[in-house]
């Protein structure tokens, strides 16, 4: 919790201090209060930004000269760009070449030196491999870093100051789940502000990577029909 709290304070002066919103619409369908927490209104439109800048804050004088890098289809890519744009580093960000268009550019428009990939012929791992050894960066990973959780447990941070400051009790929270720096941090917070608090991660039907991990105890990866069959939606344009 201490490390959530010292994140809060580094990102105070940059991140978005997102509101808790009610929604009628789901209050009726549930027969109950909901409130829900918009962070595509945070800086960069995710709260990856939270993550990317408190790792990024938290470097040395030696790994700054270094600069960052990183691998993301989008939102994290924007996180740490933006973060390290902010510290005046150099960033240099592996995307797939299939990647929304809009998030690619926004990257670039950040300052990164975006390396574009085929996700169904190359290897992700083995690139970021070379990249790093090339450039020396420091690689800023998305979720399985204690930094980029505290960062993104001050989620959960503001949400139970503003539920104390309202006077609202809650029974459950439900928290969107992929690799899971963000239940991991915002659970953290929850709880040891809390207490007593029914925690669930979200995931996709189909993409519940974490839910059949946690049956199997054990880490299961989670395999795309896109990279087995190169089966793919239409790419998002601009107008989309």
Known sequence: ????????????????????????????????RVLIKPEMLQRTGSFKFR??????ASLTEDECRRGVMAASSGNHAQGVASSAQIFGLK????????APEIKI?????????????DRYSEDQASLMQALQART????????????????QGTVGLEIAQDLAQQDIAIDVALVPC????????????????IGKIALYCVEPEHFDDTARSLDLSERVARVSRAR?????????????
């Open 105 to 117: 550019r926004r990257t670039r428009d950040y300052g990164a030196d975006v390396v574009l990939y």
């Open 178 to 193: 992929g690799g899971g720096g963000l239940i991991a941090g915002v659970g953290t917070a929850m709880r040891a502000s």
């Open 1 to 32: 919790m201490k490390d959530i709290q010292e994140a809060a304070g580094r990102l105070s002066a940059h991140a978005v201090r997102t509101p808790l919103l009610k929604f009628q619409a789901l209050n009726e369908q549930c027969n109950g």
């Open 136 to 151: 020396g960066a420091v690689v800023i990973a998305p979720f399985d870093d204690p930094l980029i959780m505290a960062g």
């Open 51 to 56: 993550g990317a800048y408190n790792k990024i």
């Open 91 to 98: 960033a240099t960000i592996l995307m797939p070449e299939d």
């Open 228 to 240: 087995d069959h190169r089966w793919e939606f239409p790419r998002p344009t601009d107008s989309d």
